[in-house]
């Protein structure tokens, strides 16, 4: 699968933004692509911070900036879960 352009995402996050305010979301496409570009934003984050990690060792604000983002990432999925019990994220 191709990723897309930066102007082709860019596009399609516009989209659906509109198509979420205006209600127009009969199959949930644009909850999800909304969904999955904020938590692919977060997991490259913490990607990003983990090479670091891993490459210059324990720094200590490295590792609480990772620290942080997993707590921020696994409270977003608790809080998911709490409204979706039966479905389960990250």
Same mark, same amino acid.
């Not at 942080?68 to 039966?86: C, W």
């Given at each position: ?37 904020? =938590? ?14 891993? =490459? ?10 990772? =620290? ?9 999925? =608790? ?12």
């Amino acid at each position: 699968m191709l990723k897309p352009s930066d102007a082709e995402l860019k596009e399609a996050l516009s989209e659906a933004e509109k198509s979420r305010l205006t209600g127009d979301d009969p199959y949930h496409l644009s909850k999800c692509l909304l969904f999955l570009h904020h =938590r692919n934003g977060m997991l490259e984050e913490v990607v990003e911070h983990a090479e670091r990690f891993l =490459r210059f060792g324990l720094q200590e604000d490295e590792h609480a900036q990772l =620290r942080l983002l997993l707590d921020h990432l696994l409270r977003e999925t =608790r809080r998911e879960a709490a409204q979706d019990p039966e479905q389960f994220g990250l």
